[in-house]
């Protein structure tokens, strides 16, 4: 059920404004007025279940109870942080974005303002991934009720979600499906916002989307999961656009698929160390996956598949970076001895050949195009093929 506000919890107004002082901080302007007037009609904490889970810095989650932290729990609900709202087998399934996020994607799917002459009479959106029902409050809150339609494949979620909207006064039209599919019977549309990050868009939406219509989604790939993707569709089916240097959401789910994230290498599999191709490089494995959100994100694009972990439990050597493709079983192994990084071991094998190899032809690249940050990128459409380029259609850095 929808929270309610308790006695003893700090004054809804004073929070709201308090947040979109921070989200006004983070976007470097204050949001467009009707946006901002969506975010104070649109209570967060509405949204949100008695039991919620926040990051604790150490890579952990710490448990907040409305009926036992009050105060704490709405101080939360009103901060500009992911809220893990639900967990499955042990891992978050669900969650609250940060309200900055919430704000970067509206405003980049042009329904935070209308810009002079650029007026849609009636814009309709399609967002896939109806977690708390928040985001579509906020939407029907900016474009009316019937224009709206939310997606989830999660049948308790989507009920939830109905639930909360309901009870803040919002009736979109709730569906439970497969957000890979879209949902054709209320196309087409001139938004197509996702919730959750994807590592490729799916045809039902470049077909669902009105030519001249948007497509927004957090993006994500084996090795970064980082980024959001925005797209503009044409009369062909195809869509363009660009990738912006923000957000990291959870993935996909789709049915019956279990997620998929980095996988440990199998040095000690039934393949053997005596099987791997032996080698040494020059390139330090922390330049490839060290924290450079700009060349990893390069390496997601162009390495599609290859997942990366770290070793430091010594058990091998000083410090391994291990990479794999699980797909292929395919995996690489770059050992740091502790004494020198003017090079480095390197171990590779499967059916995928040179997977490190790939890795380190991946970032030389990088390094030739000036090291480009994830603004610079863009993404070309067409049914289920895609180009990745640089700055424009004219450098091409793969294919997928």
């Known amino acids: ?219 994500t790939s084996q090795w970064c999961r980082y980024g959001t993707l925005s797209l503009t569709a044409d009369e062909q089916g195809r869509a363009e656009g660009r990738f912006h240097a923000f957000a990291s959401f959870m993935q996909m789910t789709r049915p019956r698929t279990a997620g998929v994230g980095p996988a440990s290498v199998p040095a000690s599999s039934a393949s053997g160390e005596g099987a791997a191709e032996g080698s040494s490089t020059t390139l330090s494995p922390w330049a490839v996956a060290g924290g450079d959100l700009d060349a990893e994100f390069h390496i997601g694009l162009v390495v599609p598949g290859a997942s990366f972990a770290w070793d430091t439990s010594g058990e091998h050597t000083h410090t391994r970076l291990e990479v794999a493709d699980t797909t292929t079983g395919s995996w690489a192994t770059v050992d740091y001895d502790g004494r020198t990084s003017a090079a480095f071991t390197v171990a590779q094998a499967g059916t995928r050949q040179r997977l490190w190899d790939e890795i380190a032809a991946a970032y030389r690249r990088w390094e030739q195009l000036g090291r480009p940050g994830i603004d610079r990128y863009g993404l070309s459409v067409a049914g289920r093929s895609a180009m990745v380029w640089v700055d424009s259609p004219a450098t091409a850095v793969a294919t997928r």
């Open 1 to 219: 059920m929808a929270a309610t506000p308790h006695r003893n919890a700090p004054a809804v107004d004073g929070l709201v404004g308090g947040l979109l002082a921070v989200v006004a901080e983070q976007l470097g302007r204050p949001l467009p007025a009707r946006l901002e007037q969506a975010f104070r009609r649109v209570h967060r904490h509405r949204f949100l279940p008695a039991r919620i889970w926040l990051r604790d810095g150490t890579g952990g989650y710490e448990l907040v109870d409305r009926a036992a932290e009050p105060a704490r729990w709405m101080t939360a609900a009103y901060s500009d942080e992911p809220l893990v709202t639900q967990f499955t087998d042990g891992l978050p399934s669900s969650s609250a974005s940060m309200p900055s996020m919430v704000a970067r994607m509206l405003l980049l799917a042009g329904l935070g303002e209308r810009p002079p002459g650029r007026e849609i009479a009636s814009p309709r959106v399609l967002e896939l991934g109806a977690g708390t029902g928040f985001n579509a409050g906020l939407l029907c809150a900016l474009l009316g009720d019937r224009q709206v339609t939310t997606v989830d494949l999660d049948p308790l979620l989507a009920a939830r979600a109905g639930e909360n909207l309901k009870a803040a006064g919002y009736a979109p039209r709730v569906v439970v499906g497969d957000a890979a599919d879209g949902w054709p019977p209320g196309g087409p549309y001139d938004v197509v916002l996702a919730t959750f990050s994807v590592d490729h868009v799916p045809p039902a939406w470049l077909t669902q989307a009105r030519p001249g219509g948007r497509i927004v989604t957090p993006w």
